[in-house]
């Protein structure tokens, strides 16, 4: 999945700074960096998606969540967006799911 989100974010103007196989790598990762923008899976080893959010929202509360998960009850998703995440997708995604969400995500941070 973060092969097929990295392939199609290309044509945006993102800098990808990292990717992570579970939630404790992907805290590291945006502690150090800071980025704007966040893909984050809810089902992840060791930390899953929603505490990573609640640590992200902590740590980096500016940040633009997208969760992209194969969860498709939709209290999961309310919950995300409650938690501070900016968007939600459920899996399989295709591109032009993908890029309509990131066109929504970015158009609001135009907004700030």
Known sequence: MRRIIEKNLKDYDIEIIGTAPDGHKALEIVKEKKPDVITLDITMPGMDGLACLDEIMVVHPAAKV?????????LTGLRALDKGARGFLYKPVNADDLANAFDRLLKRNENK
Do not use: E, G, H, V
Not at 66 to 74: G, V, Y
């Open 66 to 74: 997208m969760i992209i998960t194969a969860l498709s009850d939709k």
